[in-house]
């Protein structure tokens, strides 16, 4: 079931790519974009990884803190997605328990959808973003939580193809004012 604006995000306990524990609870205080991407290897999740590892400066400047999940093991994670060295947490969740808890979907036709995203795919390939091995559910479609402060949910973005994320000028907006913003709600 989707989560809404207003909701309590879900708690939740984990190990990051590092071995390092984290919880939700960890970000109590601080603004937080909980990302779900699809598997270790999708050229269009290494891509916003990228843009998000750009932004980064800017972003924790204006006091956000970033949690990225892929589905795919620790081992694949740390051989694709792990090469880019995001200075964030990056976290493996093979068995999609954080899937299920936050209602991150799957959709054969957002799976077709996003492969015609060409010059995504092209952006993707010029920067060494190949198409690996497919972890999880091929289908699985990306998904973005704002969560404030609180530790309520004040966007739920999820997305309707495999490339789709808030876009970042959402993501700045809601740091410029600190109110929802997005499509989920």
Not at 48 to 56: G, K, T
Not at 141 to 148: E, M, R, S, T, Y
Not at 157 to 178: E, F, K, M, V
Request: include cysteine; glycine fraction near 10%.
């Amino acid at each position: 079931m989707r989560l809404r604006t207003g909701n309590p995000a879900p708690p939740f306990k984990t190990l990051d790519m590092d071995g390092q524990s984290i919880q939700l609870a960890d970000f109590r205080g601080q603004r937080l974009l909980l990302a779900f991407f699809r598997y270790a290897s999708c050229p269009l999740c290494n891509l916003r990884i990228s843009e998000l590892i750009r932004h980064q400066p800017e972003l924790q400047r204006k006091c956000l803190r970033i949690l990225a999940i892929f589905q795919s093991p620790l081992e694949r994670l740390q051989q694709y997605a792990g090469r880019q060295r995001p200075p964030f947490p990056v976290t493996a969740d093979p068995d999609g328990g954080l899937y299920r808890l936050y209602g991150v979907e799957s959709s054969w036709l957002g799976f077709l959808r996003g492969s015609l995203r060409v010059g995504a795919l092209a952006t993707a390939a010029a920067r060494g973003f190949l198409p690996g091995p497919m972890d999880g559910d091929k289908a699985r479609i990306p998904a973005d939580f704002l969560i404030g402060p609180d530790l309520i949910i004040q966007t739920a973005y999820y997305g309707t193809d495999i490339g789709d994320h808030l876009p970042l000028p959402n993501l700045r907006q809601w740091l410029a004012q600190d109110s929802p913003v997005g499509n989920g709600d």
